[in-house]
């Protein structure tokens, strides 16, 4: 590698999708994460990988941690490990033919971790520890639920933390501030103290160094290939300046902490340098006006695989759509929406939906997680191979997801409802994304920092509640229903409501009205249609799906394009005939087809 200089920054991924929005227990702090450290090294089974019966003995007979929480935390490292989509397949085919308990905890068994690898990502769970020296000086707040019954109140807005799992600036402060005790932790027992600390002159391991590429990585220029941090500390120009020995293939201690603070920066792919540098992207589709504010920026033509993200905010009374090959892999922020439907129809590696109202997100399937924060009165649609909804209200998910939702602390009104659309592509981009139909446990929500009066926050939604959404486009693909089906209860509630609509069409049939008599009849159910279209504010939905001729052009055939004007390739058409079918049947039942 040549000379010059080298950045090393933390890893987007690790921050943003491995530390759980929630304090972490007390037993996950440094004091207990050392004595881990050195119970696994002296352990059979525990080292250098640990498995997950090693990892419950340890959680809860050490940690005493409840064993739900302990598979949360290795099922969430297991989710952050780059794994081909055939083995995710084939591990959720695994978990789907046990039968029972017993079954499920020999499959379990047959999983492990990275012990070094692990033992870190324990460690940045502290990244939302609750600090009450920063909150006596109005920087964070121990509950968002004592300040206000609203979780996206003004004043909540003005004086609660932000997001530190999307704050790249957090990360490094993060790193750089706690890189000392990271280290210790991957140091070998016979350089600690027996309190676990190390003593002078401990060296570190290439082995161990390895394990710090979790959360590291760097490059020697900017423009230049991205290496794990210990591909960068062995060769020139920090191999000297790291104090890196090829003869005993390790490191001084103190050495390798000093060249690591003086070579951290701040991620290159992150949040910061996406809105500054990102690349903006206009919408077809939009009402004149309402998209001032709006700013959507992504850095996936740049950024290498995993740190692809898409931001959009403020965007308001807006029908926006994209199945773009830009957005595969990517992850989303969708933060301080109002009042607008945004379908993103592509496989997704995250998506976190942050102080948004009033809003219907529909989604591609996502890899690891989707994260609602501080919402109202949102609905989310996906498949993912995470859930969790923190601080939100009134808000409702229909998920298929092979783990168990996580409802954090500060819900009320929280809706679970079983995954209930589809559109052409679904079945293949769930395979890209190695998600299948089942398990799904979207009925089954883990409640984390909840106390036991708390746990009302939620409900599953009532069958007879239940309506399909229809994706109003096309595109190609073979996926003609929802995958793996509706849940038996919701399919006869669904089919109660097709009795319906098909005894009122056969009592208009054998009414024999005249042509005058079925005109007005016609008009009066298409004047109560639209009127429960205004009532419910989805008017404007409608509206937006219509296309739209620019002066000059024929009609665009696409919802969306990027700021050099252009439709994408693949681009979602609206399809006219299949709206108007779906008004027209719903003007015999609005409700089933939920257009809304």
Known sequence: ???????????????????????????????????????????????????????????????????????????????????????????????????????????????????????????????????????????????????????????????????????????????????????????????????????????????????????????ANPVKAIHPVHKLLTKAPLQAQAGYSKLSRSFPLQQLLTCLRQNLTVNPFGITACLHSGKKLTWAQQVEGSMKRAKIVRNTHMAPAGSGMLLMSQVFQQTLAKDSDKLTGANIRIHRCSHAFIYLLSPLRSVSVDKCRNCTLVLGPVETSVHIHCCEDVRVVCVAGRVSIGASSRCTVHTLTPTRPLLLP???????????????????????????????????????????????????????????????????????????????????????????????????????????????????????????????GHIQELSNLAPQTQPGQGPYNGPSADSDGQAQPGAIDVNEARIRHAVEQTQVSSSYYAIC
Request: aromatic residues 8%; hydrophobic residues 35%.
């Open 1 to 219: 590698m040549e000379s010059g200089s080298v950045c090393i920054w933390p890893r987007m991924g690790p921050f943003l999708l491995g530390a759980l929005q929630v304090a972490p227990p007390s037993k996950l702090g440094l004091h207990y994460l050392r004595k881990m450290a050195l119970y696994v090294r002296t352990r059979d089974g525990c080292f250098p990988i640990l498995s997950w019966p090693m990892w419950r003995h340890i959680a809860c007979g050490k940690l005493q941690l409840t064993e739900d929480l302990a598979w949360l935390y290795f099922e969430t490292f297991d989710l952050l490990t780059s794994r081909p989509p055939e083995e995710r397949l084939g591990w959720a085919e695994a978990l789907s033919q046990c039968s029972d308990s017993k079954q499920l905890e020999h499959q379990r068994s047959k999983l492990f971790v990275d012990t070094l690898k692990f033992l870190l990502f324990l460690y940045i769970q502290q990244l939302n520890r609750v600090s009450l020296r920063t909150s006596l000086i109005g920087e964070e707040w121990p509950s968002p639920r004592t300040r206000s019954p609203s979780p996206c109140s003004e004043r909540e807005s003005k004086n609660s933390s932000r997001n530190k799992n999307w704050d790249d600036h957090a990360h490094l402060s993060f790193v750089y501030s706690h890189l000392g005790d990271l280290l210790e932790l991957l140091v070998e027992p016979g350089q600690l103290s027996s309190s676990g600390q190390a003593i002078r002159g401990s060296q570190v391991s290439l082995e161990a160094v390895q394990g710090l590429s979790l959360l590291l990585e760097g490059s």
């Open 410 to 536: 500060g819900n009320t009104g929280i809706t679970l409802g079983p995954f209930h659309t589809h559109y052409p592509n679904l079945e293949d981009h769930m395979g890209s994304a190695g998600l299948a139909v089942v398990p799904n446990l979207w009925d089954q929500p883990l409640l984390l920092g909840v106390d036991d009066s708390s746990t009302g926050c939620y409900r599953l939604l009532p069958p007879a509640e239940f309506s399909a959404l229809v994706v109003p486009f096309t595109m190609e693909g073979d996926t003609c229903e929802v995958p793996g089906g509706l849940p038996p209860v919701y399919q006869a509630a669904l089919a109660q409501k097709e009795k319906r609509i098909r005894n009122m069409q056969r009592i208009v049939s054998d009414s024999q009205l005249n042509e005058e008599q079925q005109s007005q009849f016609q008009e009066l159910v298409t004047q109560h249609f639209l009127d429960w279209l205004r009532d419910r």
